[in-house]
């Protein structure tokens, strides 16, 4: 299988934002999608980077992407790589692609001196899941994710401090 890991470029933009749609269908949030073409070339290839992107072409087609960024832990006083997203479409998955992106992955995390790389699972996705495990990752228990956003980030901005 032909198949080439490489770093998007600029050019890459509207198949990165195809496929966060595919990604997005697959996870059933479309309704959650604000991604444009602008919003992603800014995080992208702004002046200040946000994220990178991994890319898979099979053939002449974007068949996947891994969106990452850096991470820092307190504990272990070392970069990190959270990875955001990863999505392979579904005419070829199994066929080495997802390992292929985050095998690429784990070597730039060893490259930048990283002691990790982590992500996040829907908790239904069982054929991620086992993917995943097959590939030796483990979740990481008994932490769960928070999230702040919409309304509830604009209230907890603009709380007012106490005046103990």
Known sequence: MPL???????????????????????????DRVRATEERIRRALFGETRMAEALLA?????????????????????SPGIYLEDLYVKSHVRGKGVGTALLRRLAGIA???GCERLEWGVLDWNEPSIRFYQGLGAEPVEPWTRYRVDGKALERLAALKPRAD
């Open 4 to 30: 080439t890991i490489r770093d998007a470029t600029e050019s890459d933009v509207p198949a990165i934002v195809e496929m966060i749609r595919l990604l997005a269908a697959y996870e059933r949030l479309e």
């Open 57 to 77: 072409d099979y053939e002449t087609e974007c068949v996947g992407f891994a969106l990452f960024y850096g991470t820092y832990s307190t504990f272990a006083a």
């Open 110 to 112: 060893r490259e930048r």
